[in-house]
C-alpha cells in the first residue's frame, strides 16, 4: 500500500537514514566548545531560550514530525552569529533549507514578542539612579538616563520602484536607532526606519521623541550628537531639554571639558552598535546584506537586539565581541548657526558651568 508523501518530513527525504534528522539532534550529546563556536553562545544560555520561547515555538509548528524549539533555536542563533546563509547552518544540525528558513522565521517572530519585556524604558528609581552614577564614571557626565544614535543595515533592494532604502551612501538600508544604558543595555531598538531618512529624521518621529515630549519633568537626560547638514540647516540631534548635545564652538576651558565627557559618554552606544554587528555577523555586512524584505529584516535586526538584552541580563559580557574597527556611520555635515530651545540651551549652559568649570 502506498504510503502518502504527506506523512513524510522532508528533511528525512533529503538527508536519508544514515544523515542525523530533526529528532536525531540532541543538544545533551555535543560538546560546549561545539555549541559556542557554531552558535555563538553558552549551553546554560540556549537551555535559557528554550525556556523562554519554548511554548511559543511549539504552538508555532503543530506538525506531526515538527522541529523541536531547542533545534529551531539553534537553527536560528547559527544563522544570526554566523552570516552565512541557511544551507551551511541546516547541514550542522542535520535539517533541510526549508526548513532551517522556517526556523529562522519561528524564532524571529518569537524573540520579536518578547521584544516589549526586555527593551524598555520602565525602570524603577533605583535602576535609573545606578545607571546615571554609571554614566557618570565614564567622563564625569551627570544626569545621563541614556546614549542616542543611528546605524544602517544594509539589505537587498526591496523592488525597482522604491527608492526610499537608498541611503546617502547609494545602498539599500534600514536605519536603526537605539537607546542604551551605561552598561550597553538597549533602552529603545528601532528597527524599521528606510534608509533614506536622515538621523534627525528618524530621532523627531521615534517613540523615544514622543516619550520624552510628553514627560512633564525630567530627572536626566539623554545624549545624542549634533551635526548640522550644509544643505538644509538641520540639525542631527536637537538640543532639548532632555537631550544634550555637543557644543558647536566650544570657548572656554568648561566648554572643551564638557565636549569631551559627552563624547566619551556618547562613544557607549557606538560600541554597543559594534558589540551587537560582530556578535550578529548577518547584520554588519561582511557576509553581504540581509536577503529578505524590509520588513522582515526589521524583524531580524530586533531579534538580535532582543538577544543582546537578554544575554547581558543573563550575565555576559555586552562588549565581548566588540570589534576594534569603528564603521563609518557618520552622515557628512558642517557646523551650521541654528536657532535653539532656550531653555534646553540654559539648562546645558547650567550643566557646564556647575561640573566642568
Request: glycine content about 6%.
Amino acid at each position: 500500500m502506498a504510503v502518502p508523501i504527506a506523512v513524510l518530513d522532508c528533511d528525512l527525504l533529503l538527508h536519508g537514514r544514515g544523515h542525523k534528522t530533526l529528532d536525531r539532534f540532541d543538544i545533551d550529546t555535543v560538546s560546549d566548545d561545539f555549541l559556542l563556536t557554531t552558535f555563538g553562545f553558552p549551553r546554560e544560555f540556549i537551555y535559557f531560550l528554550v525556556d523562554l520561547l519554548g511554548d511559543s515555538l511549539s504552538r508555532r509548528t503543530q506538525r506531526s514530525r515538527a522541529i523541536s524549539p531547542d533545534v529551531q533555536i539553534l537553527a536560528a542563533l547559527g544563522f544570526y552569529t554566523s552570516g552565512s546563509f541557511q544551507t551551511r547552518m541546516g547541514d550542522a544540525i542535520g535539517i533541510s533549507q526549508a526548513s532551517m528558513s522556517r526556523c529562522v522565521t519561528n524564532v524571529t517572530n518569537a524573540l520579536v514578542e518578547k521584544a516589549s519585556s526586555f527593551i524598555s524604558f520602565a525602570r524603577d528609581d533605583s535602576t535609573k539612579s545606578q545607571s546615571k552614577e554609571d554614566f557618570y564614571r565614564v567622563a564625569g557626565m551627570p544626569g545621563v538616563l541614556g546614549v542616542v544614535d543611528c546605524a544602517h543595515i544594509a539589505i537587498k533592494a526591496p523592488n525597482a520602484e522604491d527608492l526610499s532604502y537608498i541611503n546617502k551612501k547609494g545602498f539599500h538600508s534600514i536605519n536603526c536607532q537605539l537607546v542604551c544604558d551605561s552598561r550597553g543595555l538597549l533602552l529603545s531598538a528601532e528597527t524599521h526606519w528606510p534608509g533614506s531618512l536622515s538621523d534627525g529624521e528618524v530621532f523627531k518621529q521615534s517613540s523615544v521623541w514622543t516619550f520624552f515630549e510628553e514627560q512633564e519633568n525630567h530627572d536626566g537626560w539623554l545624549l545624542g550628537k549634533d551635526i548640522v547638514f550644509c544643505s538644509t540647516g538641520d540639525r542631527l540631534y536637537p538640543l532639548k531639554k532632555w537631550l544634550m548635545t555637543p557644543l558647536q564652538y566650544p570657548e572656554t576651558p568648561a566648554d572643551f571639558r564638557y565636549n569631551m565627557a559627552h563624547t566619551a559618554t556618547h562613544e557607549i552606544v557606538d560600541r554597543t552598535f559594534r558589540a551587537i554587528q560582530t556578535r550578529f555577523r548577518c547584520l554588519d555586512g561582511s557576509k553581504g546584506y540581509l536577503q529578505y524584505s524590509p520588513e522582515k529584516c526589521a524583524r531580524i535586526i530586533l531579534a538580535c537586539c532582543v538577544l543582546h538584552n537578554v544575554s547581558l541580563q543573563s550575565g555576559l559580557d555586552a562588549w565581548t565581541f566588540e570589534r576594534t574597527e569603528t564603521p563609518d556611520q557618520s552622515e557628512g555635515g558642517c557646523e551650521q548657526a541654528d536657532a535653539v530651545d532656550s531653555e534646553a540651551f540654559r539648562i546645558r549652559q547650567e550643566l557646564i558651568n556647575n561640573h566642568f568649570n
